[in-house]
């Protein structure tokens, strides 16, 4: 009943009760009593039956009104201390039928849309501060980005980044490229003994997570799933999200793994919105990084590239006692080809050879462009026998692969190549790359589409020592080493008396530098043996009439280290080979074999290149003319402070005004 009505049905029946009794006392009164006694004895009747009914009434309206107020308050008190603290689950409970009751269900309905608006309220904070968190490490990520060159580490810094973004054990990334999504990286948190390989990651794209890949859809699953390798870590649940750069030249799929209570499509959102943002960056950075280390001919890795890769593997074969292999391929007669056929051929021709480069080569290998016509290849973790069965797979498929000229003519090239072996045949990097040099040299002078390692062109050279050489040589003093000047000078009969004249000349200049005599010892065996590596070089370039080619002066330019190989197992050896391994060197840098430069090249070397170079210019040659001494002399002083040592040249031509000429500089000799 409504309060309203039950407080006028009381009204009444007071009214009703207290007039009944006040007839009642009434009458009763003046039948007892008489006058004023009657009058006293009915008021106090009727002061009774008001106190008894303001009792009722009293006890009524505390039952009824005051302690379902007082319940109300308290509970409501209750409820907003409940609620600050948040907690929106208790209620009022008055069930007095009034609107008492209606009160507290009004309120415990504005309980229940408070509770709701929390709760919609904390899920948009949660979302605001899951956008903050994941632009903070968007804004983290792109730092980094900008900051690392190495794609490895900045997909290590993306995958920790996704793990704590979602708060999830693992995650991984797989990299694919171009459109046929071919696999070419795989990266993920998990720890092991060892990386996981490629094999290994392709395994798990056989299951679920290859159909996320190729349908470009997100994958969600929260159960244990199926289509991990036997040995992989528990999968309880994952998420796989796929990404692509613009363009569709790189994309990827981003997978998450075991998330507390499953993942949500809010999860989904979070990952995606981050993910896809970095994941641009990331790909933007990599085409940048890939055209500053890309040759942008054939594709392959430019000359910096390699030599921060060569850098790497040695680090890492000497820290690891790994071996590896370097191959050295040059295109047989492609200045040749290039003025028959025309550059556009010889670029085409460039481009095709890369590509069979590219199929016959392992994932883990690196192939660069070297220079011109020149390809070198880095392959981890191979011996020697091992590179000689690839540079031999790459020779063949060249040999038979048949090029198109602009009027469809249908062409054939070869290649030779050498092979080094690290640490069998070198360490250090630039002395690794010498021996493949002179490997490939080596393979050229067998007659081309050949390949040679460089055990084989030191065993090559060493034949071509005779014996009583090699009886010399072997000699600590050195006391018949003159004899080997003819033997070397034999190789060609314009360099007849060339060695021995060089060592006069030597020993002239050195007197007048005032050398001590230990070092007039080592310059004289220098002079005598400077040109011992022309063993090795095929006579028909040794002797050929008119200019040579750059890959006929390239095989000549080899020399000095070929020399390097015959000499360096012989003793007191170490104070002559630096004349003899840089008398080719320029005072400018711009020499060989490594571009020394003024004080860098050693003092012997720069005595040694003048002399060798004045002999060589008053003597008969196949390529040019005979030139006087005035004219040798003349360029000699045009060539001081770029080609030779000014101060040198200057005290060599003094010599030469104090002497005569070589004839009488032979007998200082003896």
Known sequence: MRMGKKFNVITLIIIAVFTAAGVAFYFLAHYLFEGTTALIVCLAGCLAIAIIVLIFLRGYVTKNIVQPLKNMHTNSSAII????EGNYNNRIDIKTGDEIEELADNFNQMASVVQERAATLKDVLKKEQNVIRSLT??????????SELKIESILQTFLEMTKNLLKVEDSGIFIFEGEEKELKLFKTTMKGDAPVSLDCARAMLAGPLGKAAKTSSVLRINEVAAGFPPDHPAVRNFMAVPLRSSKNKMSALLVTINKNGGFTPDDEDTLFSFAFQAFQSLALHEEIARLAVTDGLTGLYNHRAFQEQLSEETNRAERYFKTFSLIMLDIDHFKSFNDIYGHQAGDHALKEISKIIRNELRTADFPARYGGEEFILILPETPVDGALIVAERIRHAVAEYQFMSESSERLLLTVSAGV????????????????ADHALYFAKGRGRNAVCTYQETIAGIIKKIPEEIDAILKDPELRDIEKIAHGIDAKSHYTKGHSLEVAAYAIMLGKNLRLE???MESLRIAGILHDLGNIGIPEYILNKQGPLTQEEKSIIQGHPGLAEMVLIKYPLIDKVLPAILYHHERFDGKGYPLGLKGGEIPLLARVLSIV????????PRPQRRRKTREEAISELRKEAGSQFDPDIVKTFIESLQEKKGGSEQRASLD
């Open 81 to 84: 201390t409940e609620i600050s």
């Open 137 to 146: 490490m968007l804004s983290e990520m792109m730092g980094f980005i900008t």
């Open 420 to 435: 080094a072996c690290y640490p069998d045949d070198a360490t250090p990097k630039e002395d690794l790359i010498k021996k």
């Open 517 to 519: 005599q230990p070092q």
């Open 612 to 619: 060798e170079a004045y002999q060589a210019m008053i003597s």
